[in-house]
């Protein structure tokens, strides 16, 4: 069962540039939203301020337009300045009325068209100067913000109570107005603000593109380094790239150096216990130069193990697949020529991560096990496997093919399921090993020509 990801890897994409971008766009928006919070207050603060101070004043020139007749009778004609004190209901009001004994009349604007009731003094007491502020319903249903005040109108202690409201609700829609253009500018600034920043984010990441692309050439084998100019980030990352790669190299080549000099070693000595078991004859020297020859091919096959598991991890070996295997099938065709051979390969030509040396063996091998075991057909088929960067390679034959239940015993080394065929038993061992060294798989089944169909599984380059 394949393991879980963190939690945190399935939230968050693996691209670097999506979690830059996603960070700054959050934070983008979320200093929008406080920026908006804070402008919108800091209006609304200043809109009620610049609101009651009106009111305020259009009070203090009310008390000062009326006054009292000998007879206690109101008067006054006052004029506040403000045509919306003459539109019938307008939502902008004022009126005088009695507050004390010997006062009587009333005196309103244009505007008010019918008597707006007040709170009482227990709902909403004076201040110290007399004056008192509270909202209330208009006319037409608007909320009304109403300063009052209680004013000594002569020396007679007759006071009247003046009255003077404004339209609480046009303020609100003045302010939904502002809110609404500045969500307006805030949404546009910020999704440019977004852009740029992506774009700025983009471009600054566009060396480790470059980083990325040079490490596929080197993979795919058209390049043997990272060359060009990187930021001084990212120029360590190329250098240490650099170095690893010419270590890479120098790891193979001491290692092939290795293993040549071992088969040169081993090469004379079991030459010599080969020729000396044939001189000797008999029995002795025959099993002397078989085991001897047997000692010779084990070598072989381990030395090419060897020479595989040093490079298989390099990055620079590509061999294109269409134009090794048609080559190997035209041999083997000469050499068998009274089996038919039948070839299907893909339209695009694959390239395989490894050596060609490598895929020559293997191919060879079990090219050769299905002639050998074919009665009249063989076929070769190269295909893309289903997975991205993988390509199969299936030899089948029309022999007598091998018994599932012999299957793993043909893959082991120097077990022959026949032993009148020719051979060491090693071949498909040998496949084996050299796809098991390159990560591949190897399977065994029964072909639907009735014989033996291997299919080989390896790693292509993109």
């Known amino acids: ?59 203090f020139n009310l008390i000062g337009s009326v006054g009292v007749s000998e007879s206690g009778q109101l008067t006054g004609a006052p004029d506040l300045g403000d045509l919306r004190f003459s539109e019938p209901n307008s939502g902008w009001y004022w009126s005088v009325e009695p507050a004390s004994e010997g006062v009587h009349g009333n005196l309103h604007s244009s505007s008010m068209t019918t ?9 909403v007491p004076f201040n110290s100067s007399f004056q008192r502020s509270y909202s209330t319903d208009g006319i037409g249903d608007e909320e009304l913000q109403v300063f ?3 004013f000594v109108l002569d020396a007679k202690n007759r006071a009247a109570r003046f009255r003077v409201m404004g339209n609480k609700t046009e303020l609100e829609q003045e302010i939904a107005t502002f809110q609404g253009r500045l969500l307006t500018y805030l949404s546009l600034f ?3 603000m977004i852009a740029i920043n992506a774009i700025a984010i983009l471009l600054g990441l566009q060396p480790l593109r470059r980083v990325r692309n040079a490490l596929a050439m080197v993979r795919e084998g058209t390049a043997q380094r990272l060359d060009g100019q990187f930021p001084a980030e990212i120029e360590p990352l190329a250098n240490e790239t650099n170095a690893l790669i010419e270590n890479n190299k120098r790891i193979v080549e001491r290692s092939r150096t290795q293993v040549g000099n071992l088969a040169h070693s081993l090469k004379t000595p079991l030459a010599v216990l080969i020729n000396e078991g044939r001189a000797l004859g008999g029995a002795k020297g025959q099993l002397i130069a078989d085991q001897a020859a047997s000692m010779q091919k084990q070598v072989d096959h381990y030395l090419q193990r060897a020479r595989v598991a040093a490079q298989r991890d390099s990055v620079v070996y590509r061999t294109p697949v269409t134009p090794l295997v048609q080559r190997m099938v035209r041999v083997l065709q000469k050499l068998k020529p009274d089996v038919s051979l039948s070839l299907a390969l893909p339209a ?3 390239v395989f991560a490894g050596e060609r040396e490598d895929l020559e063996e293997l191919l060879g091998n079990l090219l050769d096990n299905a002639m050998k075991w074919a009665k009249s057909n063989v076929a070769v ?19 007598p093919g091998i018994p599932e239940d012999k299957a793993r015993d043909a893959l082991k080394r120097g077990r022959r399921l026949d032993e009148t065929k020719p051979g060491t038993g090693l071949g498909l061992a040998i496949v084996a090993d050299l796809v098991n060294e390159y990560g591949g ?20 380059l993109q």
């Open 1 to 59: 069962m394949p393991a879980r990801k963190p939690f945190s890897a399935r939230l968050w994409p693996r691209s670097l540039a999506f979690r830059v971008i996603g960070f700054s766009t959050i934070w983008a928006i979320l200093t929008l939203i406080v920026i908006f919070t804070l402008i919108t207050t800091l209006y609304r603060q200043a809109s009620e301020r610049g609101f009651d101070s009106l009111l305020s004043a259009h009070l």
């Open 115 to 123: 008597t707006i009731p007040s709170p009482t003094v227990a709902e």
């Open 148 to 150: 009052e005040s209680e």
């Open 190 to 192: 910020g999704v440019g």
């Open 348 to 350: 695009a030509d694959i």
């Open 381 to 399: 088929s190269v295909t893309p496997a289903g997975a991205a960067g993988l390509f199969e390679i299936a030899i089948e034959d029309d022999g």
């Open 441 to 460: 798989a190897l399977a065994l089944d029964r072909s639907a020509m009735g014989g033996l169909k291997a299919v080989v599984r390896l790693r292509s």
